[in-house]
């Protein structure tokens, strides 16, 4: 298992946001034990777990919505003990914003602005340019009721950046989103990081985006920090014990399974092969568990099997080591299907 | 998504606003209310209720049976009344409506006190008040037919309204503080409001008993209905009265200091204060008004037959009470006079006699109708009468309401003491049958009647129209 990552006291210049040992309990339950980690500038941070892992209660601590039982984080340089002026730091989508329907978007973002200590007119001029960021200029005036939920949840961004904020809080920000949607809104999750040089907080369900953008990651299970660090990091030391298992995942055409599984069951290092995932045309194919995922040998069968495969004609569509991806060490580590 | 909003226009070293927070709050939630067309959905039920009220009165005051003063205290009555459900309603929607709206977070995330958020959306929920009173004046005046009653109706209905609407909605947002969903704010809020209710509905001999009286002047709303009567209808003054008015002040102080000063710094997402002793106290308290409720609406009748003298079976008098008609068949409005004779046919002067008179609807499965409300006498007094003597009353009924009645009379001898009591000899009755008398535009209210709805509904489409102006109103892409 990988080590929670504890911070240094001693911050570096770039950092923005620092937790340390958070601590939360409703009632007798424990939801959050021990959270530490840190953020710095123009990174983003990929917040992980499974339902009830206490994400929900870390986000709302953070953004000062809930008082920890234990434990502080700074944000900006601001000690949690002074959460006004956190919350003028700080820009949140939360995973449920509701939105008045008989506003229209530009409302909307002025009113926030207001809120925020700008004029009326230099919310709206501002609210103008973050409609225009996110791709809604051209609805600024129509009533929030009439948006799609994908509008909705790009108004829901540029009201998390109405006030400029140093840390961005982004919980589920592609839910219900279809698979365009989600690829737009990451890709304007990353420009806010990169433009505005944000630390951003993104807490998703879709391993998959959140790997591909995501500079760290946090791991929670059961309210505590099961893994942290750079992505990167995080994969790598989880694939150094889950190649212990020895197996890997071909994606070949759908009717092709039966006679890869055939071909592949006589390669004497292959244990057996199974279908596998929700998705059709993939295969998982145990090996041998006396194999060092790193050695040559594992290299030698990875080939083989390719061979086999190739000399079949049958097509290869993918090819991964278990254990190779953000999903796999998520599993891992907190044990739970993801769908 | 190309363009980036400029940076330089970084905003919000402090979290100072130009406008008062409050103030922005106070905006937005007035406009969801009023153009969301929630309030003014209200405000039109509110204006037919109005109407049709008016419309009934005016029909009783054309057969000149209720006069303006009565008929002006009983719309002032009513529209209180109805303005602090209003009031009620809508505080109780404020906060858990945000929560189940989900859109509480988003004001909380802001570098806003919570005392200003609640603030804001308390006098965004004070605003129907002044529309209500507003919608009434015109149905006061044509009542009032030119009577100096209507500036008093005014004057007070203003003041007593502006102590109690905002009070009531003080007390629906102290409900909605404690709630997640709205079903339960509303539940709980309308079971307060049902609570304050019972008092000023208890039966007569109730309401004028110690223990009535002293629950009439603790409720809120039954003292100021009280002062409202007094001072509007028997021409009673504020220096009479004035103590009537002590319980809706307290009241209103105690709603806005629970709601301001404990209530409002605590606002959170979740109901409630965080602390444990918070959620001791709102379970207890959620739990007293439902034992509350309940047992002021088991009481209320045990309370009104506990104030009816019990009959016991004492010694029989000798005393006899005769009626000089037995039926009659009028119209709404006739008046009708009759009377009784008194007989002690016994050798003993009888003691001093109270005879009363009762009416029964037969129509309503025998409901009592207050004889007060049909007669100027509703009991006369014999202070003596001799053995063998007789003596004769005169009684006079105003026949208000059409319908099948009963009118007879009860003869009640005094008892001798504290300890005694006496048997009550009833006469035979008058079968009294009343047939309507109508009139289209009683007292030329009519119009107001069907004006008044038309006009907020004119208004209603006015706002939303001016609203649909420069907004965009595509759908979503």
Request: charged letters at 15%.
């Amino acid at each position: 298992m990988v080590q929670s990552h504890n911070p240094d006291p001693s911050s570096s210049p770039s950092e923005i946001l620092r937790a340390h040992d958070l601590r939360k309990s409703y009632g007798p339950r424990p939801a959050l034990r021990g959270l530490s980690f840190s953020l710095d500038r123009g990174r983003i941070l990929g917040f992980l777990g499974p339902n009830g892992a206490g994400k929900t209660t870390s986000i709302r601590i953070l953004t000062t919505i809930l008082e920890p039982d234990a434990g502080h984080f700074i944000v900006d340089g601001v000690a949690s003990d002074d959460p006004q002026a956190i919350r003028s730091r700080i820009g949140v989508l939360p995973e449920s914003l509701g939105f008045p329907r008989h506003m229209t978007g530009i409302e909307f973002l002025t009113f926030f602005g207001q809120l925020y200590g700008r004029t009326a007119r230099q919310a709206r001029t501002y609210g103008m340019a973050l409609l225009e960021e996110v791709g809604l200029e051209q609805r600024a005036k129509s009533l929030i009721g009439t948006y799609s939920r994908g509008m909705r949840q790009r108004l829901g961004i540029a009201r998390a950046l109405v006030n400029d904020p140093a840390v961005v809080f982004l919980d589920e920000p592609t839910l219900g989103l279809d698979p365009r949607g989600q690829q737009e809104l990451l890709a304007l999750v990353r420009r806010v990081a990169q433009e505005r040089n944000a630390g951003v907080v993104l807490c998703s369900h879709l391993l998959a985006e959140v790997e591909g953008i995501c500079d760290d990651v946090v791991i929670l299970s059961l309210g505590q920090v099961v893994a942290s660090g750079p992505v990167s990091e995080v994969i790598g030391q989880a694939q150094q014990s889950a190649l212990q298992q020895n197996a890997v995942r071909i994606q070949l055409p759908s009717p092709l399974v039966p006679k890869a599984q055939g071909l592949l069951e006589k390669i004497p290092e292959v244990v057996n092969s199974t279908p596998t995932g929700a998705v059709a045309g993939w295969l998982r194919v145990e090996l041998v568990d006396s194999i060092d995922g790193t050695s040559s040998k594992a290299q030698h069968i990875n080939n083989r099997i390719l061979q086999a495969l190739i000399r079949a004609k049958i097509p290869i569509l993918g090819f991964e080591a278990e254990g190779g991806r953000l999903q796999d060490v998520f599993l891992n580590l907190t044990g739970e299907a993801i769908e | 998504m190309t363009a980036k909003a400029s940076l330089s226009d970084r905003p919000i070293a402090s979290s100072r606003s130009k406008s008062p927070t409050w103030w922005l709050l106070f905006k937005r939630d007035l406009s969801e209310l009023w153009i969301g067309g929630r309030a003014l959905a209200l405000l039109l039920i509110y204006t037919i209720l109005l109407g049709i009220l008016t419309y009934v009165l005016a029909s009783n005051s054309e057969l000149s049976l209720i006069p303006p003063k009565e008929m002006v205290y009983e719309t002032l009555k009513v529209a209180i009344a109805v303005s602090l459900v209003i009031s009620l309603i809508i505080g109780a929607d404020s906060l858990s409506g945000e929560r189940e709206r989900a859109t509480m977070e988003g004001l909380l995330l802001t570098p806003t006190s919570r005392r200003q958020i609640v603030v804001g959306k308390f006098l965004a929920a004070v605003s129907p008040w002044p529309a209500t009173l507003a919608v009434t004046i015109p149905y006061l005046s044509v009542l009032s037919q030119g009577d100096e009653v209507f500036r008093q109706a005014v004057l007070w209905g203003a003041l007593l309204g502006s102590v109690l609407a905002p009070a009531y909605t003080a007390v629906g947002m102290l409900v909605s503080y404690w709630c997640n969903s709205n079903k339960t704010s509303l539940f709980v809020s309308l079971g307060i409001y049902v609570l304050f209710l019972i008092p000023a509905q208890l039966p007569g001999r109730a309401q004028t008993g110690a223990m009535g009286q002293l629950l009439q002047k603790v409720n809120p709303m039954a003292a100021t209905t009280h002062f409202l009567s007094k001072t509007l209808v028997n021409n009673r003054t504020l220096g009479e009265f004035w103590s009537w008015l002590i319980s809706p002040v307290v009241f209103a102080l105690l709603a806005y200091g629970m709601l301001f000063l404990f209530a409002a710094p605590g606002l959170r997402l979740e109901a409630g204060r965080a602390s444990r002793i918070g959620k001791v106290l709102s379970r207890w308290v959620g739990l007293s008004v439902i034992a509350c409720v309940i047992a002021a609406l088991a009481s209320a009748p045990a309370l009104a037959t506990s104030f009816q003298a019990p009959i016991s079976q004492g010694a029989e008098q000798p005393l006899q009470i005769s009626i000089d008609m037995a039926s009659k068949v009028v119209k709404a409005g006739d008046n009708i006079d009759f009377h009784t004779v008194v007989t002690n046919a016994g050798s003993e002067d009888a003691p001093p006699l109270i005879v009363a008179m009762n009416i029964i609807n037969l129509d309503a499965a025998g409901d009592v109708v207050d004889p007060e409300d049909w007669s100027p006498q509703r009991t006369q007094y014999i202070e003596h009468l001799g053995s063998g003597q007789s003596t004769t009353l005169s009684w006079r009924v105003n026949a208000i309401l059409d319908g099948d009645y009963m009118v007879y009379m009860v003869l009640i001898p005094a008892p001798d003491g504290q300890q005694a009591t006496s048997q009550p000899v009833a006469s035979s009755g008058i079968h009294l049958t009343v047939t309507p008398f109508t009139r289209l535009n009683p007292g030329g209210v009519l119009p107001y009647a069907i004006g008044g709805p038309v006009v907020v509904l004119l208004a209603v489409l006015l706002l939303f129209r001016l609203r649909r102006r420069g907004i965009d109103m595509g759908g979503s892409k």
